[in-house]
């Protein structure tokens, strides 16, 4: 995305109609008050011209901003653009709302009438300035979620790297000994090594749930080889279209690896994952029977989960239970 392209949401576009509407109904029923004219006139006028500058705005600004803007190489010319869209909308919508309140036989004050053209390009020139003022809100909140991504992926780099350098510090220590015992065990634990830091190592920051399990069933093997294959995982999916959903890389991950560290009772360790369909969301479910959480702290891993489900696809982190413990994840189907 270029910089001066917006990222106007269906909430922008709401909050900015609604604002228009009324500041448009409130100043024109105050213009008319002070001319001496109906109040309820004012009111039905000022509603009509708010409505059709809302309407033209988001029509021009979104035929600018989703198909003009994404093909400009020139910053200056986004200026341009941008002036004669808002400026437009303005002018046209100003003279749609005139016929509309002629045919309504609302009054409109004849100096209105006398410099309709006037007022045309007064009213298309303001739009054009409430615009940009909006414009620059915007992308300043877009910067802002851009900046705090960015962070949340280094606290994540930051913390990987610490976690994996752990795992991994133990795993060569398991498979050192496993050479002893079974040498075509080890072998084999070498290859799946490379595989899972061949996954780990991947630079996307989004991947399907199908990657993501795949990613967990690797780890959890093996982890198996320090565990003496006391760690089972037990996957229902009610859906197979849900694997190919979008979810921040090691979101199941981390909560397995959790289960493992905090529930490990010494007995098999069973690791459930469901995921299932609910009105427009995934819902992953991951439980174990191991030990219950009796003071529940989220820490620094759960709080960056959080975070990056929020941020990267609009998900939800929550606890539903302690005893046994369960997390859900609440994932966007169209995410």
Same mark, same amino acid.
């Given at each position: 995305?270029?910089?001066?392209?917006?990222?106007?949401?269906?909430?922008?576009?709401?909050?900015?109609?609604?604002?228009?509407?009324?500041?448009?109904?409130?100043?024109?029923?105050?213009?008319?008050?002070?001319?001496?004219?109906?109040?309820?006139?004012?009111?039905?006028?000022?509603?009509?011209?708010?409505?059709?500058?809302?309407? !033209?705005?988001?029509?021009?600004?979104?035929?600018?901003?989703?198909?003009?803007?994404?093909? /400009?190489?020139?910053?200056?010319?986004?200026?341009?653009?941008?002036?004669?869209? +808002?400026?437009? @909308?303005?002018?046209? *919508?100003?003279?749609?709302?005139?016929?509309?309140?002629?045919?309504?036989?609302?009054?409109?004050?004849?100096?209105?009438?006398?410099?309709?053209?006037?007022?045309?390009?007064?009213?298309?020139?303001?739009?054009?300035?409430?615009?940009?003022?909006?414009?620059?809100?915007?992308?300043?909140?877009?910067?802002?979620?851009?900046?705090?991504?960015?962070?949340?992926?280094?606290?994540?780099?930051?913390?990987?790297?610490?976690?994996?350098?752990?795992?991994?510090?133990?795993?060569?220590?398991?498979? +050192?000994?496993?050479?002893?015992?079974?040498?075509?065990?080890?072998?084999? @634990?070498?290859?799946?090594? +490379?595989?899972?830091?061949?996954?780990?190592?991947?630079?996307?920051?989004?991947?399907?749930?199908?990657?993501?399990?795949?990613?967990?069933?690797?780890?959890?093997?093996?982890?198996?080889?320090?565990?003496?294959?006391?760690?089972?995982? /037990?996957?229902?999916?009610?859906?197979?279209?849900?694997?190919?959903?979008?979810?921040?890389?090691?979101?199941?991950?981390?909560?397995?690896?959790?289960?493992?560290?905090?529930?490990?009772? *010494?007995?098999?360790?069973?690791?459930?994952?469901?995921?299932?369909?609910?009105?427009?969301? +995934?819902?992953?479910?991951?439980?174990?029977?191991?030990?219950?959480?009796?003071?529940?702290?989220? *820490?620094?891993?759960?709080?960056?989960?959080?975070?990056?489900?929020?941020?990267?696809?609009?998900?939800?982190?929550?606890?539903?239970?302690?005893?046994?413990?369960? !997390?859900?994840?609440?994932?966007?189907?169209?995410?």
């Amino acid at each position: 995305m270029k910089s001066y392209e917006l990222n106007i949401t269906i909430k922008d576009w709401l909050g900015i109609t609604l604002t228009g509407i009324c500041f448009s109904t409130i100043l024109t029923a105050l213009i008319y008050l002070l001319l001496g004219f109906s109040i309820s006139e004012g009111l039905s006028v000022g509603f009509i011209l708010g409505v059709i500058l809302s309407v !033209f705005s988001f029509t021009l600004v979104s035929v600018t901003n989703n198909y003009l803007i994404p093909k /400009l190489k020139t910053y200056w010319i986004w200026w341009i653009l941008a002036f004669i869209s +808002a400026t437009s @909308a303005g002018v046209i *919508g100003f003279q749609v709302a005139y016929l509309i309140t002629s045919s309504l036989s609302l009054r409109v004050p004849a100096r209105v009438e006398e410099y309709l053209l006037e007022t045309s390009i007064i009213t298309g020139l303001l739009n054009y300035l409430i615009g940009l003022l909006l414009f620059l809100f915007i992308k300043m909140r877009n910067s802002r979620e851009e900046i705090f991504r960015k962070i949340l992926e280094l606290r994540l780099s930051s913390s990987l790297h610490m976690v994996e350098s752990h795992f991994l510090s133990n795993l060569m220590n398991s498979i +050192a000994e496993l050479l002893h015992k079974s040498p075509e065990s080890a072998e084999k @634990a070498l290859v799946d090594t +490379a595989r899972f830091i061949r996954m780990i190592l991947n630079d996307r920051d989004v991947i399907t749930l199908g990657e993501e399990l795949n990613l967990v069933e690797k780890y959890i093997s093996l982890q198996n080889i320090r565990y003496n294959n006391k760690i089972r995982i /037990l996957k229902v999916i009610k859906d197979a279209q849900l694997l190919k959903i979008k979810i921040p890389k090691f979101s199941i991950q981390i909560l397995a690896e959790n289960a493992i560290t905090h529930g490990y009772t *010494g007995n098999e360790l069973f690791i459930n994952i469901e995921v299932t369909p609910s009105k427009g969301f +995934a819902k992953v479910l991951v439980s174990n029977n191991g030990f219950p959480i009796t003071d529940f702290k989220p *820490g620094k891993g759960l709080e960056l989960l959080k975070d990056r489900l929020k941020i990267h696809v609009k998900g939800e982190l929550h606890l539903l239970s302690t005893q046994p413990v369960t !997390f859900l994840l609440k994932i966007p189907a169209m995410s």
